[in-house]
């Protein structure tokens, strides 16, 4: 149990502070015959995220590209080319389709040999993008020299129509005003003030506040973190409340007084009768918790982060999903053959001790698999896309704490069996309430496909009509006005629990009809299609930042006495274009960032030029930056120790960080969250 919790922690602590992202390994090499060569280019990618392709339309995500800063005794053939695996898939954020690769690729580019001796330095520029971040345009520099025989090899053949060009940089719009000639820079130790790779800041700037914005804060941003994993917690609780709801159950409710009298009557000794109770609890905790288990190992900590965002899983979670719902309607009774239930009690019935008692624990599972089947189905799925490596595990350990105590705490107090409520037609309307809910959140994982694949079979306003459907049709079932088959027909009175539940369902079906024409519904924002799917919608505000240049939005918030909000982000980023659409488009967000920070965004795939080449030391290699995406992307690896987009940080007028960095989660309530506790700290 050490042993586990220690493993917890550190990956905890991995995810915690793990910010600077390298999913993508390349290597190169050329092999040359006489006077043809081939210059390759291989990528170990890894598993969850994608590598973009080459000839990319414009607008789209970043485009591997080969880029020639200096070549002497060759000549390019044609331009870079793709290997095999090559996925073409339509991309609903960006409107077109685009081609990336999975695990490995291979770019291939063919050169002439001029001269006996030659040398090619350059540069393979690629874009990468995971379901949670996208990287800046990455540059992997390269310089290969050599000799060749160049007479004993005939020579390479060009299409006379189309003459072959050495690949050029793409044309970029002229530098911006501000930006200056730039001197060389190395990279400082973290907590030393590397030189900002600008020879001369804005006019009202100093030199040494200039060095000041560009000194690193990663010590100080890790400060801010989350010292406990409370996405491990929040599934425990949510394993946990789904037993308590699965005690409830028509199923396991009238087992519980049944269990309780037989370990009480079935020893004369008070002592061993309450030793064997707790030994059932526990093995009821045991068998569950196997189960999430057995979940873990079979798909392991990457599948699992996978699951969250498959088409085809997500598809299949939503067919899953409706089929429990339907059978807690009262369709149809999903049950275990009836042969392993009497197996199983005829091991109980013929063993003793302690392998009696589990095997009677199984037997519960077993037979209360009707109501306790969909609610564990559930929360496996729920639990299996959260990404987390122990989330089926805990999990599964709160079901099963919660679906325990009753039989051990029953056992140790006989007496609190009368208070408890007897069986009846309630335990019914548990089973149709939860069968309501199931259909409600088989929508969410049907719109991750729909998004993956841009169908638009699900856009937003689909969803919130067939939520507000769903949730007022529940409403009218607690106030008896909708009857399934297996419901009690002579129950006409409606109980007062029963009331409450079909108010506050009734409200929220009302509160989603202004969804409909565009409203934010903040409740629903981490379930509901991002806003960019709506086709009509009257909501308008637009945020607009304050400066696309650092020094420049520094000089304007230390003006206004404003705190900055940096947003690190890029024009081939999805992931920050979802959350633009879903969050920055609540009115309670742009009131914040328009009128209490200073918004600076910093695109790290900016294709304006340097006026000079930049030649930085990081990590112990030399890189260059040459456009000013390269410099923001600079920025944020030196400064934050972070590479990854969209990646949100708020600073103070002297580029000190005022709370975590916040990157891709779509949920209006902790980003408001997050900038609210940026002002505080920054008013402190």
Known sequence: MKKLMTMLMLLVAAQMFAQFQDPISLKHAIKVDGAEAVLTFNATIDDGWHLYSTNLPEGGPTSATLNIDKIEGAELVGPLQPGAGEIEKFDPMFDMKVKYFELTATFTQKIKITASEYKIEGYLQYGACNDENCLPPTNYDFTIKGTADIKAAAPVKVDAKKPEKPVEKPAAKPAEPQQKPAEAVAEAPVEAAPAAPAAAAPAALGDDYVKQLWTPVVDKLKAYEETTDRSLLMIFLLGFGGGLVALLTPCVWPIIPMTVSFFLKRTKSRKQSLTEAITYGV?????????????????????????????????????????????????????????????????????????????????????????????????????????ELFGPAVGMFGFALALALPFTLFALFPTLLKQAPRSGGWMNTVKVVLGFVELAFALKFFSVADLAYGWRLLDREVFLAIWIVLFACLGLYLLNIIRFPHDDEGEKKTSVPCFFIALFSLAFAVYMVPGLWGAP???????????????????????????????????????????????FTGHGCVNCREMEA?????????????????????????????????????????????????????????????????????????????????????????????LNTGLENYNK
């Open 521 to 567: 519904c903040k409740a629903i924002s981490a379930f509901a299609p991002p806003m960019w799917t709506q086709d009509f919608s009257l909501n308008k505000d637009v945020i607009h930042p304050a400066s696309y240049d650092y020094e420049e939005g520094m000089r304007i918030a230390r003006e206004q006495g404003k705190p900055v909000l940096l947003d």
């Open 283 to 387: 093995s009821i905790i045991v068998i569950y918790l196997a189960l999430g288990l057995i979940v873990t190992l079979c798909f392991g900590a990457s599948a699992l982060n996978a699951l969250s965002t498959n088409a085809v899983f997500n598809i299949f979670f939503c067919l899953l999903l409706v089929l429990f719902g339907a059978s807690f309607l009262g369709g149809f009774e999903l049950t275990l053959p009836s042969s392993w239930v009497n197996k199983v009690d005829e091991k109980a019935s013929n063993t003793t001790g302690l392998l009696s008692i589990f095997l009677m624990a199984f037997t519960l599972a077993l037979v209360s698999f009707s109501c306790t089947g969909p609610i564990i189905g559930f929360l496996l799925v729920e639990m299996s896309t959260k990404g």
């Open 582 to 674: 879903a969050v920055w488009t609540d009115n309670r967000v742009i009131d914040i960032l328009q009128q209490k920070y200073v918004l600076i965004s910093l695109y790290v795939d900016d294709k304006t030029p340097l006026p000079e080449v930049i030649t930085v030391e990081e990590q112990g290699q030399q890189k260059k930056l040459r456009t000013i995406g390269d410099k923001w992307s600079y920025l944020q690896r030196v400064k934050f120790g972070a590479n990854a987009q969209p990646f949100y940080v708020p600073v103070d007028n002297e580029g000190n960080p005022l709370n975590s960095s916040y990157g891709h989660k779509k949920s209006v309530d902790e980003y408001l969250k997050f």
